[in-house]
Nanobody, 116 residues
């Protein structure tokens, strides 16, 4: 089992920045890719950014050039630096970790609210 704990969400004005962190514990050697997803009210959960063990990244088009995902394998932590935030970025952000066996672990989520 893998446990994921997110932190760093909050309330910010449009144009501002936040940095989310996700610390993994448990059977962490079983983790391959890690990522951030978000779910806004009334919408489906969507991928925001993903990073592989080797550091390859991919982003949703809506966040490219504004968000940066990074990973510190020594600390078993993944980060999401969010700049130039927009009201449309308001959502609950979830950290996810994928095992090589097809299991996806989820964190509890952290709220990000962007005001005009």
């Amino acid at each position: 089992q893998v446990q994921l704990v997110e932190s760093g969400g909050g309330l910010v004005q449009a144009g501002g920045s936040l940095r989310l962190s996700c610390a993994a514990s448990g059977i962490i050697f079983s983790i391959n890719a890690m990522g951030w997803y978000r779910q806004a009210p009334g919408k489906q959960r969507e991928l925001v950014a993903r990073i592989s063990n080797g550091g390859n990244t991919n982003y949703a088009d809506s966040v490219k050039e504004r968000f940066t995902i990074s990973r510190d394998n020594a600390k078993n932590t993944v980060y999401l630096q969010m700049n130039s935030l927009k009201p449309d970025d308001t959502a609950v952000y979830y950290c996810a970790a994928d095992s090589p066996f097809g299991t996806r672990y989820w964190g509890q989520g952290t709220q990000v609210t962007v005001t005009v």
